[in-house]
């Protein structure tokens, strides 16, 4: 086995602990810290051009890092997740490459989605998520019910909950990866 195959070998498993790590500290302190994002970033890109040479390598980390923002970033822009969240998934990308971040960011969505189901079906919070979703849908997320009334932004209580994406990131990652293997 030569060295490019090894380090290829390695990339799947690194990406894979970069998510668990993110899930456990999201899971624990509800963010997910720049150092362990900005650090998988850094340490994506060496080992890319080690596998697949200066130029490919790049590309594939770049082509994977964006594709991991773009995805995730106009949620964040709807303040519908945090910016660990997308700097997560950049991360991601940034390991796997765009075709991955683009299938884990699609398993992660299915998982997300199901997991807030769940949890807004156990907190018995339908009736709000009912009213947000026409809110959403109605009003492109310009909520703006009476003169001074607040608005779902500045409110929490409009809010059916909020979870640990960084888990949901994780588990599709992870769902991802045994799924190609």
């Avoid at 668990?20 to 998988?40: E, K, S, V, Y």
Wanted: proline share 4%; aromatic share 10%.
């Amino acid at each position: 086995m030569n060295d490019a195959t090894l380090l290829s070998s390695m990339i799947g498993p690194v990406a894979m602990g970069v998510a668990l790590i993110a899930a456990t500290i999201d899971a624990q302190h509800r963010r997910i810290p720049n150092w362990l994002t900005f650090g998988a970033w850094l340490a994506a890109l060496p080992l890319q051009v080690a596998v697949h040479g200066f130029g490919n390598g790049a590309l594939e980390w770049t082509c994977g890092w964006l594709t991991g923002l773009a995805i995730f970033l106009p949620f964040y822009l709807l303040r519908g997740m945090a910016a660990g969240d997308v700097k997560l998934m950049a991360a991601v990308g940034a390991w796997l490459g765009a075709f991955m971040a683009f299938e884990i960011a699609m398993a992660t969505f299915v998982i997300g989605g199901i997991w807030a189901l769940l949890f807004t079906l156990r907190h018995k919070r339908m009736a709000q998520l009912r009213r947000n979703l026409r809110d959403v849908l109605l009003t492109s997320g310009q909520v703006s019910r009476e003169a001074g009334a607040p608005t779902p932004q500045a409110d929490a209580s409009w809010s059916v909950g909020t979870l640990p994406y960084g888990v949901a990131i994780a588990a599709g990652t992870i769902a991802v990866l045994f799924a190609s293997a």
